[in-house]
């Protein structure tokens, strides 16, 4: 059964796609049933072009990517969640959806990165920035799908993912 990961960010612009792409692209790579999405809870409509950049660079395909609301995973046809991710502070902050479609509750995280938008050096900082997100994005999702997710529990899953957060 496909282990569906929600990753939120306030405009999912830039951390929230990272975080989508690196881990669809690692579990393809691994043969693990993983599907990662991401959303937001004030969409901007748009990706950040230096997300996608570092993205493309890293040979990871992003066709089909968009900004989108949250609210597209809370209905009885979202797909069924087991983890959701928030990766910015103010959407951490905020008060989540209910969401639907799982058994039960998802387990809930916060691995905070600091915005790769607000880099300064022009576009130049903002490229390394972006990628050193990246990079620290994917080192957190090959831990992730190094866990034996089918038989942890939710409080074991709980657990790991925030030491995965402390590391």
Not at 2 to 11: G, K, P
Not at 84 to 110: L, M, N, R, W
Request: aromatic share 6%.
């Amino acid at each position: 059964m496909t282990v569906h990961v929600l990753i939120l960010c306030t405009h999912n612009s830039a951390r929230s796609v990272l975080s989508e792409g690196m881990l669809n692209h690692l579990a393809r790579q691994l043969g693990q049933d993983v599907r990662a999405h991401s959303a937001g809870s004030a969409p901007s409509g748009r990706i950040n072009p230096f997300a996608l950049e570092a993205l493309h660079n890293a040979g990871v395909d992003t066709e089909g990517y968009r900004s989108k609301s949250w609210d597209e995973f809370t209905g009885a046809d979202a797909p069924p969640l087991s983890i959701v991710i928030t990766v910015c502070d103010s959407a951490a902050a905020e008060a989540c959806p209910v969401f639907f479609g799982g058994q039960g509750q998802p387990v809930k995280v916060h691995w905070g990165y600091p915005d790769p938008s607000n880099a300064d050096g022009g576009d130049e900082g903002k490229r390394r920035a972006f990628e050193l997100t990246r990079q620290a994005i994917g080192y957190r999702m090959l831990q992730l799908l190094a866990l034996p997710l089918s038989t942890l529990t939710p409080s074991q899953l709980h657990a790991e993912l925030e030491r995965i957060g402390r590391s």
